[in-house]
């Protein structure tokens, strides 16, 4: 099982960034997929979400208007379409898949995160 983000860098505030996560080795079209980040000395917090059918999205109140996320199911792929970046969005982004069944989350797996840096 791999979750590969790609996409993260040095930008301007103003600027935009499209981050990119690649999956493979499950059964990616029946999990929901999440964005997470982590700034230093702050706890990880879900960013945004999209679940697995129907493509229903779901963003923090600290990015709603500016963060989109997508997804791509022949491509194994979702997206987070970062726009406007401020400094306090300055983190490491983290990919999340979760599978549920029910209630229940049966699996879970995590990308290795990808930097973002919004400075001048």
């Known amino acids: 099982v791999q979750l590969v983000e790609s996409g993260g860098g040095l930008v301007q505030p103003g600027g935009s960034l499209r981050l990119s996560c690649a999956a493979s080795?499950?059964?990616?079209?029946?999990?929901?997929m999440s964005w997470y980040r982590q700034a230093p000395g702050k706890e990880r917090e879900l960013v945004a979400r999209?679940?697995?059918?129907?493509?229903?999205?779901n963003v923090a109140d600290s990015v709603k208007g500016r963060f989109t996320i997508s997804r791509d199911n022949g491509k194994n792929t979702v997206y987070l379409q970062m726009n406007t970046l401020r400094p306090e969005d300055t983190a490491v982004y983290y990919c999340?898949?979760?599978?549920?069944?029910?209630?229940?989350?049966?699996?879970?797996?995590w990308g290795q995160g990808t930097q973002v840096t919004v400075s001048s």
């Open positions: 999340n898949a979760q599978y549920y069944i029910g209630s229940y989350l049966a699996s879970a797996y």
């Open positions: 080795g499950f059964a990616f079209s029946n999990y929901d």
């Open positions: 999209i679940i697995r059918a129907g493509g229903s999205t």
